[in-house]
């Protein structure tokens, strides 16, 4: 494509220009290229505040054509307000088809999970990533953490999880859990809860992380080895509801919450638990 | 000064070196540009470190010395002679301006001046260790002793929790750091506790080479007694090389074979220990020991 389509498609009222799809495609390019790696780029104003999901929203909108079709959770559910408002600006900004089906998905944007179901080949999972940093935690000078990253220095890392595990006991970090991905880098696994680290290994579907608020881009890239840090003699666990069912679907295989003051317990993915129902 | 009496003592120190482990040649540290004239300008004879020509400082120059598997060698003179700068050129810490470092890895000899940062940093996790004066310099402070003694096991590979528990309460066992304090913060020990934790992590890899700089100078005397004991057991017992640095004569004493007399960034006598402390002879070292044994 040469500049001059670019500006003959500049005045579409689309919310990204193709210049700014131009440049988070490269970098979302350079981001599978290097698994893990952050990618900076040149993050926009969206009509979502930073920290809103608006990373993420980039990227959805660089990618998305209006032959795809776009899926939007926020916890799970495709039926929050979140979800529901981003799913509209997408459509209506790029002309994409909207499902609540992950399988009938080809890009689902996600902040806190990966749908239990559906992502295959043709899927691309966009995360919403808070702090795209995973040694934050440890250090807070920028220089230092390129060099950590560029020697995968990462024994502060360990450290922490040592430290987790003398205090507590157990290590406790719930969710974005650091993992080692394709044996370089480690990244921070955004909001996403313990239950879906295992299937980001070796999964068959593209996973690009945008965090808007810090401007990087990373990625990782289909059928990927993804290993969660953990020491030998300490078994990575997911987390266990000890024989909870869903209430609605009566199902104990997904990843259930439980409401508020409660010991009733949901799905966290509306979409699989209603499929269970119509199934039954 | 009786030059050439200098330098026969300083021949008979080197006979007394069996193997060199750590050998540095000709190492200097210029701030500011420098040439022959400006190096010529400093000097223990020009007395100062700052040259007159363009304010250019020569904190250490032509620094040679070698140091032996199981022997102490020490580095003795007074604050601002360069002492310190040769130390932190040898950790990694300073880049030298010249010389080299050489450190006899099995049967190679690598230059530590002349490898890729990352592979300097990865001799500092498994083959030089360095004890600094302040602990809060080479332990982090808001981490338990024993994730200080994780770290640099988890950097040379380390992946199992058990086995690094084991290995953290041994090293603090060694160093007499009581096991009840081994997961509690380093920032709530005291001063000589902090030490110990130190020298705990530099030996946790077992280093060949390790390097103290004013090991107990924030120590009070009691204190500092025990970690000097502690040191010079764990020397004998490792066979590792070592470099102490220190203005305290008490310390090299009680640590090192031979010594070093560092002036405004030169040495000016070496000799061993004991014999420099009976019978000093350039009139630097005689006003150091003079005010020493006052």
Redesign the interface.
């Known amino acids: 494509m040469t500049l001059s389509d670019l500006i003959d498609r500049h005045e579409s009222g689309e919310l990204l220009d193709e210049f700014a799809k131009r440049e988070i495609r490269r970098a979302t390019l350079a981001a599978v290229a290097i698994p893990g790696y952050q990618v900076p780029f040149g993050s926009r104003e969206m009509p979502v505040a930073r920290g809103w999901g608006s990373g993420g929203l980039q990227i959805t909108l660089a990618v998305t054509h209006d032959d795809d079709t776009v899926k939007v959770i926020d916890q799970g559910d495709d039926d929050g307000v979140n979800a529901v408002n981003l799913r509209r600006l997408v459509t209506s900004s790029t002309g994409a088809d909207e499902t609540t089906t992950a399988s009938e998905a080809t890009v689902t944007q996600s902040r806190h999970r990966i749908p239990e179901d559906g992502l295959d080949e043709s899927s691309i999972l966009v995360l919403q990533v808070p702090v795209p940093e995973p040694l934050r935690g440890v250090e807070r000078d920028m220089r230092e953490l390129a060099r950590m990253h560029a020697e995968a220095d990462y024994s502060r890392m360990w450290v922490s999880l040592y430290e987790d595990k003398v205090r507590n006991g157990v290590i406790t970090q719930t969710t974005g859990y650091p993992c080692l991905v394709n044996e370089r880098y480690v990244v921070a696994t955004t909001p996403i809860p313990r239950w879906d680290i295992p299937r980001l290994h070796d999964a068959p579907f593209l996973t690009l992380f945008g965090a808007g608020r810090e401007k990087r881009i990373y990625a990782i890239p289909p059928y990927t080895i993804v290993e969660p840090l953990t020491f030998e003699d300490v078994p990575f666990e997911v987390e266990d509801s000890d024989g909870a069912r869903c209430s609605l679907c009566g199902k104990s295989e997904s990843f259930l919450v439980s409401l508020p003051n409660s010991t009733t317990w949901l799905c966290s993915d509306t979409d699989w638990c209603a499929r269970q129902r119509g199934s039954r | 000064m009786n030059d050439t009496f200098t330098e026969r003592r300083y021949d008979i120190a080197r006979l007394a070196i069996p193997e060199w482990l750590l050998k540095v040649e000709r190492l200097g540290k210029v701030y500011g540009p420098y040439d022959d004239e400006i190096i010529a300008s400093t000097g223990s004879e020009r007395d100062t470190a700052k040259s007159s020509i363009n304010g250019s400082v020569v904190a250490a120059w032509d620094v040679s010395f070698e140091v032996a598997p199981g022997e102490a060698l020490g580095i003795v003179g007074e604050s601002g002679s360069g002492k310190t700068t040769v130390l932190r050129c040898l950790a990694g810490d300073f880049t030298p301006s010249t010389g080299s470092a050489t450190i006899r890895l099995g049967s190679d000899d690598v230059n530590i001046f002349d490898v890729e940062p990352?592979q300097r940093?990865r001799l500092r996790v498994d083959t030089v260790s360095v004890v600094y004066q302040d602990p809060s310099e080479g332990l982090?402070m808001n981490?338990?002793a024993?994730?200080?003694i994780?770290?640099?096991l988890?950097?040379a590979g380390w992946?199992?929790?058990?086995?690094?528990r084991a290995r953290a309460s041994d090293l603090l066992a060694r160093t007499e750091v009581p096991l009840n304090r081994m997961?509690d913060l380093v920032r709530a020990f005291s001063g000589g506790m902090r030490q110990r934790v130190q020298i705990a992590k530099a030996l946790a890899n077992s280093p060949s080479v390790v390097l103290f700089d004013e090991p107990t100078t924030g120590l009070d005397a009691s204190v500092a007694a025990g970690v000097l004991d502690l040191i010079r057991s764990l020397l004998e017992e490792h066979r590792i090389a070592a470099v102490v640095v220190s203005h305290d004569f008490s310390v090299i004493e009680m640590l090192t074979s031979r010594c070093l007399v560092m002036h405004h960034g030169r040495i000016v006598e070496s000799a061993l220990t004991d014999q420099l402390l009976e019978d000093p002879h350039h009139p630097y070292t005689q006003r150091l020991v003079a005010a020493a044994r006052a």
């Open positions: 990352a940093r982090k981490v338990t024993g994730g200080n994780a770290e640099p988890t950097a992946r199992n929790f058990s086995k690094i997961d």
